[in-house]
């Protein structure tokens, strides 16, 4: 009997991964192509790996408006898929990818829900009238999709919350995983010492796109009330509006005129240059006011690195307070855009986090150690694989996921 054949779309596919979906799907298909004959579909440059064919954007839709092209690559993505057994989308990008793989060729749709468009409604200002085409190629692949893939039990929440038409049976929550033998701690410094970071210092670490959702404007502003020998490392590029980025650079200037070691790189770093960053830091901070799982803070603990995170979406389900690092609480607008309803109190309560952490270095040693087992012990990539076959077997089965 040949073997069921899985065709996974994505934007992203490495190298060109920016995002925790990509990383996702990277682990994804890895650790599936032991259970399953795997084919992917991604956005770009062409890939030199097997089994992967990636497509560029159609030259008759350049210059309209980027949902528009990313619909245009959908299209020849679906075509693409012919003779699959199973196709599986991940976040809107490729959704309308999978929705037009299951009508034309009469297979199996499954999602994966990294993101929903509902929550971003701070998207409109980056995509203009995109927004209402993302959103309605997110809104359809859900509500037809055969099985719905939540990477957080909060995810599920929101999934059912934004979109009610949906049967909650099919939506089953499969975390996001992390390979622990490759994010593991790094005690070299020679990444440091090219990047400027001080190892004799204090450091808090943020990894992450300068992004609405990610919140680095407010840590910028709690940065102000750390101790003046910590530095702080932003690994932070691809703003995702000139505002928000002229925003991030105001901000950062402002704490360079008052204190030292504020490092900012913009550029992407390897992973393996990320690693040792993480490995290095006296803590890590995930200021997010929406993060449906956050893998960020999962890469950090497997580095045994304490963490400092939102209490928001599926960060909770990752990072145990007071076990592998400390929540933020937080109260959010209730128009799905993360916003704090009081923000001068998320600033001042991420400070105060931050500075209980840094105050107590045996506390950070313990969560540190603690982090690192949490993330071998729960988050694993076999384990994953084999609950995303079962939903694939369950859908391809006909009975409902």
């Given at each position: 009997m040949a073997?069921?054949r899985?065709?996974?779309?994505?934007r992203?596919y490495?190298?060109e991964?920016?995002?925790?979906?990509?990383?996702?799907?990277?682990?994804?298909?890895?650790?599936?192509r032991r259970?399953?004959?795997?084919?992917v579909?991604?956005?770009?440059a062409?890939?030199?790996?097997?089994?992967?064919?990636?497509y560029?954007?159609?030259a008759?839709?350049?210059?309209a408006n980027?949902?528009l092209?990313?619909m245009?690559v959908d299209?020849e993505m679906?075509?693409?898929t012919?003779?699959?057994d199973?196709?599986?989308?991940?976040?809107?990008?490729?959704n309308?990818?999978?929705?037009?793989?299951k009508?034309?060729h009469?297979?199996?749709?499954?999602?994966?829900?990294?993101?929903?468009?509902?929550?971003?409604?701070?998207?409109?200002?980056?995509l203009?009238?995109?927004y209402?085409?993302?959103?309605?190629?997110?809104r359809?692949?859900?509500e037809a999709a055969?099985?719905?893939i939540?990477?957080?039990a909060?995810?599920?929440r929101?999934v059912?919350t934004?979109?009610?038409?949906v049967?909650?049976?099919?939506v089953?929550?499969v975390?996001?995983?992390?390979?622990?033998a490759?994010?593991?701690?790094?005690?070299?410094?020679?990444v440091?010492?090219r990047?400027?970071?001080d190892p004799a210092?204090?450091?808090?670490v943020?990894?992450?796109?300068i992004?609405?959702?990610?919140g680095?404007p407010?840590?910028?502003?709690?940065?102000?009330?750390?101790p003046?020998?910590?530095q702080l490392?932003l690994?932070?590029?691809?703003?995702?509006?000139?505002?928000?980025?002229?925003?991030v650079?105001?901000?950062?200037a402002?704490?360079?005129?008052?204190?030292s070691g504020?490092?900012w790189?913009?550029?992407?770093?390897?992973?393996?240059?990320?690693i040792q960053?993480l490995?290095?830091?006296?803590?890590f901070v995930?200021?997010?006011?929406y993060e449906p799982?956050g893998?960020?803070n999962?890469?950090?603990m497997?580095?045994?690195?304490?963490v400092?995170?939102t209490?928001?979406?599926?960060?909770p389900?990752v990072?145990?307070?007071?076990?592998?690092?400390?929540?933020v609480?937080?109260?959010q607008?209730?128009?799905?855009?993360?916003t704090?309803?009081?923000?001068e109190?998320?600033?001042?309560?991420l400070?105060?986090?931050m500075n209980?952490l840094?105050?107590d270095?045996?506390r950070?040693?313990?969560f540190?150690a603690a982090?690192r087992?949490r993330?071998?012990e729960?988050f694993?990539w076999s384990?994953?694989?084999?609950?995303?076959?079962?939903?694939y077997?369950s859908?391809k089965?006909g009975?409902?996921?």
């Amino acid at each position: 009997m040949a073997p069921l054949r899985v065709d996974l779309l994505t934007r992203e596919y490495p190298p060109e991964v920016y995002g925790g979906a990509g990383v996702h799907v990277e682990y994804l298909a890895r650790e599936l192509r032991r259970l399953a004959e795997v084919r992917v579909h991604c956005f770009g440059a062409p890939r030199d790996s097997p089994g992967v064919t990636a497509y560029p954007e159609p030259a008759g839709l350049a210059g309209a408006n980027a949902a528009l092209r990313v619909m245009g690559v959908d299209l020849e993505m679906a075509a693409g898929t012919a003779g699959t057994d199973v196709v599986h989308s991940h976040t809107w990008y490729a959704n309308l990818a999978g929705h037009t793989a299951k009508l034309l060729h009469g297979v199996p749709h499954v999602v994966s829900a990294h993101s929903l468009e509902p929550l971003r409604p701070w998207k409109a200002e980056q995509l203009g009238g995109g927004y209402a085409l993302s959103s309605w190629c997110e809104r359809t692949a859900f509500e037809a999709a055969d099985a719905i893939i939540a990477v957080s039990a909060g995810m599920r929440r929101d999934v059912l919350t934004a979109y009610p038409q949906v049967n909650p049976d099919r939506v089953r929550v499969v975390y996001n995983g992390i390979d622990t033998a490759q994010y593991a701690p790094d005690r070299g410094t020679d990444v440091l010492d090219r990047l400027g970071i001080d190892p004799a210092r204090p450091s808090v670490v943020y990894v992450g796109r300068i992004t609405r959702q990610k919140g680095l404007p407010y840590l910028l502003r709690a940065a102000r009330e750390l101790p003046a020998d910590t530095q702080l490392v932003l690994l932070a590029g691809a703003p995702d509006t000139p505002e928000i980025g002229a925003e991030v650079e105001e901000l950062a200037a402002e704490l360079r005129a008052t204190r030292s070691g504020v490092v900012w790189v913009a550029a992407m770093l390897p992973k393996h240059e990320v690693i040792q960053v993480l490995t290095h830091a006296t803590i890590f901070v995930c200021p997010s006011v929406y993060e449906p799982m956050g893998i960020v803070n999962l890469e950090a603990m497997a580095c045994e690195t304490a963490v400092v995170a939102t209490a928001t979406g599926g960060i909770p389900e990752v990072v145990a307070d007071g076990e592998t690092g400390l929540l933020v609480p937080i109260e959010q607008a209730g128009d799905g855009s993360g916003t704090p309803l009081d923000p001068e109190r998320f600033v001042a309560d991420l400070a105060a986090r931050m500075n209980e952490l840094l105050a107590d270095p045996a506390r950070i040693a313990a969560f540190g150690a603690a982090g690192r087992r949490r993330a071998v012990e729960h988050f694993s990539w076999s384990a994953i694989a084999d609950q995303t076959l079962a939903v694939y077997d369950s859908v391809k089965g006909g009975a409902p996921a």
